[in-house]
């Protein structure tokens, strides 16, 4: 049988965190919003008149909650696809076992018939490989869009309170930013407003 999947905990958020925002958003920073005071208020002003920010991919991917969760339960629907196909392929691998065994005492049309029928299993057993595949595959693609659209929605918020003109995303697997001054990494303060976005609609989904 096929080896399926694409390894979920490898995928990067990379691009997911770059954002341009246009410097017209530079007088939003007068006025921010509750999620923005909490993630931003033990914080001191260092990147206070920046215009050129940067988000640590690396860290954010370690830290953001809402991102190891989907990558959590991603991994579980791979892991439980490839525990029943493997299962459904042992059991079929039996069946040829068996049927090797007795050939010799079957007649030829019986073991045209158990060929036909071993040969129909088997094909399904590659569709289901197939299906399973293209199913993790959508909702590996539906989980992460809506991680990208989480934290793009936050970046352009955050961006227009603060007057960043750029938004750049670092990470050692694509160091498209070579060097940067630590004083314009807002990765931290960005993992916590984040994160505490992400409680907070958990909080609200329990109720």
């Given at each position: 049988?096929?080896?399926?999947?694409?390894?979920v905990?490898?995928?990067?958020?990379?691009?997911?965190?770059?954002?341009?925002?246009?410097?017209?958003?530079?007088?939003?920073?007068?006025?921010?919003?509750?999620?923005?005071?909490?993630?931003?208020?033990?914080?001191?002003?260092v990147?206070?008149?920046?215009?050129?920010?940067?988000?640590?991919?690396?860290?954010?991917?370690?830290?953001?909650?809402?991102?190891?969760?989907?990558?959590?339960?991603?991994?579980?629907?791979?892991?439980?696809?490839?525990?029943?196909?493997?299962?459904?392929?042992?059991?079929?691998?039996?069946?040829?076992?068996?049927?090797?065994?007795?050939?010799?005492?079957?007649s030829?049309?019986?073991?045209?018939?158990?060929?036909?029928?071993?040969?129909?299993?088997?094909?399904?057993?590659?569709?289901?490989?197939?299906?399973?595949?293209?199913?993790?595959?959508?909702?590996?693609?539906?989980?992460?869009?809506?991680?990208?659209?989480?934290?793009?929605?936050?970046?352009?918020?955050?961006?227009?309170?603060?007057?960043?003109?750029?938004?750049?995303?670092?990470?050692?697997?694509?160091?498209?930013?070579?060097?940067?001054?630590?004083?314009?990494?807002?990765?931290?303060?960005?993992?916590?407003?984040?994160?505490?976005?992400?409680?907070?609609?958990?909080?609200?989904?329990?109720?």
């Amino acid at each position: 049988m096929n080896k399926l999947y694409k390894t979920v905990s490898n995928v990067s958020l990379g691009l997911v965190v770059t954002l341009a925002v246009a410097s017209c958003n530079q007088n939003a920073n007068t006025g921010t919003t509750a999620a923005s005071n909490d993630s931003s208020a033990t914080v001191a002003n260092v990147n206070e008149g920046e215009k050129i920010v940067y988000i640590n991919a690396d860290t954010l991917s370690e830290k953001y909650e809402y991102y190891k969760d989907i990558r959590t339960k991603l991994e579980a629907k791979v892991k439980k696809a490839q525990s029943d196909l493997q299962s459904k392929g042992q059991a079929f691998q039996r069946e040829v076992a068996e049927y090797q065994q007795k050939a010799a005492g079957m007649s030829a049309s019986e073991r045209q018939a158990t060929e036909e029928r071993l040969a129909r299993k088997q094909d399904e057993l590659g569709r289901l490989d197939q299906n399973a595949s293209a199913s993790i595959a959508q909702d590996e693609s539906t989980e992460f869009n809506n991680v990208y659209n989480t934290i793009s929605e936050y970046l352009k918020k955050h961006a227009e309170e603060k007057g960043y003109e750029l938004v750049l995303t670092y990470s050692v697997s694509n160091p498209t930013v070579l060097y940067a001054e630590k004083k314009k990494d807002i990765t931290s303060e960005v993992v916590t407003a984040l994160n505490k976005e992400y409680q907070d609609k958990k909080a609200k989904e329990k109720k």
